[in-house]
């Protein structure tokens, strides 16, 4: 309280001047306050200017602020307050004590806070806890209002002036200040140029009932220019804000949007860069693709057109009454804050050409539906809907669903397919054409907007072998390889083990054969003539005394030697190598037969007819140790004096014929195997193991033959 005293005092004695000063103009009110009724503080901050230029990390130290100046600007909600003085406005934020007169535009006042950082430039707030304190000097009208440009209200020092601006009015709506449901902020974008700036009516009241054909009128606005509101004032930043519709003055009236005259889309866009754009137009079109809370694209006498509003979205092929204010970004002419309304005709859209993107860039086909063909190469989802790389001729282009419903849940084509696509193409330029050596009209590529996914027809799906699966079926087929070849080399062991097993066998087996052939041989040939020498040299020993008998004695047991001397030799052949001669079976036969030392008197013949052929060396053993055991069995026990030996070859079958003219037995009696005669017995096991058929035909004093055929 002991602070305030002079405060009090200096109020009480200069209130006479406080009443003359009300007459007098605002500004000069706001200049010629009192300056000694309250110490000076040096720390103080005491003008609008000062506090604007406070560094943020100053700023957030609170530094304390008296200002006098001149209320242009006061809001409840959000709780902003405006004061200017002869270096500028600035901003005062939050609560705030309230004198007991009402506080208006004009009024002189004097605020005490400190300082806090805001959106670019400080604030004033209260200290701690506390509001800020306001103090109302005298009423008064505002200040005059400084003509500035859109593009000047960018600077920092233009903030928190009461400033006018002259523009366009693009477009009006509501937009809710967070304080009484019936209280909201009427939001006016204004445009000059190509500068663009909403202007904030915060105490609106009247809903949606703007003032009448304001869209399109030329207008000047008043107000306080704010970038210095913190994040619960979004409604009041970036923005000039007025107290009301007196300082929102039309200069031009506005014609009622559709009572414009119609356009032609075609005609529009033939007007070059430097031809000027009308204010606002109207045209007829047919909607082709609508992108919520964007635009919509639509086409009207083959010529496509982007228009952007933030109207409810459209269906697809609708007529439409569209007014809006043309514009070019870059090279592209749109229409910004469009209105329209929809025709009764059906909905139908317009053909859409065939095109290759060859066209599709060197044509007039920019925002225009075209149909393309083209091969999937990848499909991403990061986008609002999906968005496909896409192949067409030589050229790579993307396609994105601009907005896919719940209810779509068509699936995306897979990569590798090929598809064909109805959408609005769109061009993309380089943002600074002049730099480079392209045309400044030609667009560098293209993309194609898809309305949703059943825009996307599969012409022909793509095949089931995918890099994956051919890479997986290869590692399956490896992994089948190596257990195949793990599984042959265990085989060939295992089979090589084997094989061993049977050479063991069949050597066994060959050995045992080879056994039981040399002692039938033996028993039946060199054992009986041994016995029979044996005999015979006893006899003759018995003989001594009778000299002529024992000398024919002697000469039988000489023949009997000469006899065992033949056997051995057949057996000494039989033990020899048993691979084929490489002369053949005839010439082994006749070498053979020839070895055979035949008694005098018998004839021993051997005859080959036919073309001879090379025979396996098995086959040719057997048949030769058969011809041999036929002629040995003809010498030892028939006493035969003609053998003849017949091999006949003819293309199908071989036929070996040992026929003796000695003294046979009856065929159908012969001796069994346990006899001890083994020739038959072991030339019918040869020929089963040749599987030939073995003839004998024999009868007492009728000679015998013996007669095998092979087939070949």
Known sequence: ??????????????????????????????????????????????????????????????????????????????????????????????????????????????????????????????????????????????????????????????????????????????????????????????ASGADRLDAAFLAWHGGANFPPNLVGSTVKVRGVFNIASTEKQQTAAMRLLFTGLRDLRIQEPAIPAFDLPVTTLPALKSLSPDDPLPTRARIDAVCTLAVPNKGLFVQSDDAGLWIESRAPALKPGQHIDVVGFPARRGQTLTFEDAVWKTQPDPAQLPDAPLITPDQALAGDFDARLVRIDALVLEVSRLSEGPTLVLQSGERVFLARVAAQSAADTRDTPRPNSWVQLTGVCVHNRLPDAETTNVPVNTPVSFHLLLSSPASIDVIHAPSWWTLQRVLAAGGLLAIVAIIAVAWVAALRIRVARQTSLIREHLARETLYEERVRIARELHDSLEQDLLGISMQLNATDKLLTQPQRARESLQLAAAMVRRSQVETHRAVWDLRDNNADPQGLPATLRQAITAIHPPPGTQLNVEVTGEPRPLPAATQNHLLRIALEAVTNALKHANAQRIDVRLAFTPDHLTLTIQDNGRGFDDQQLPPPTSGHFGLFGMRERAEKLKARLTVQSSPNQGTKIQLELPL
């Not at 000069?28 to 000076?40: E, R």
């Not at 100046?69 to 005062?92: E, H, M, N, R, Y």
């Not at 705030?96 to 009402?102: A, G, I, L, M, Y």
Request: aromatic share 2%; charged share 20%; proline share 12%.
């Open 1 to 190: 309280m002991t602070r305030h005293a002079p405060v009090i005092w200096a109020i009480l004695f200069i209130s006479p001047l406080c009443a003359a000063a009300a007459a007098a103009p605002t500004t000069q009110a706001a200049t010629t306050q009192p300056t000694t009724s309250k110490p000076t503080d040096p720390t103080e901050l005491t003008t609008a200017d000062a506090v604007r230029r406070l560094p943020p990390d100053q700023a957030a130290l609170k530094r304390p602020v008296r200002i006098r100046g001149t209320v242009t600007f006061i809001s409840a909600s959000p709780q902003l307050l405006f004061v200017q003085d002869a270096t500028g406005g600035v901003c005062v934020s939050g609560p705030r004590e309230r004198d007991v007169r009402p506080l208006r535009p004009g009024a002189s006042v004097e605020i005490e806070g400190v300082t806090a950082p805001g959106r670019l430039v400080p604030v004033v707030v209260g200290r701690q806890r506390e509001p800020v304190k306001i103090t109302v000097l005298s009423e008064g009208p505002v200040p005059p209002a400084k003509p500035v440009s859109i593009a000047d209200l960018a600077r920092s020092d233009v903030h928190g002036d009461f400033v006018e601006i002259e523009g366009t009015v693009r477009a009006v709506h509501n937009e809710p200040t967070g304080g009484p449901a019936t209280v909201e902020a009427m939001v006016v974008s204004i």
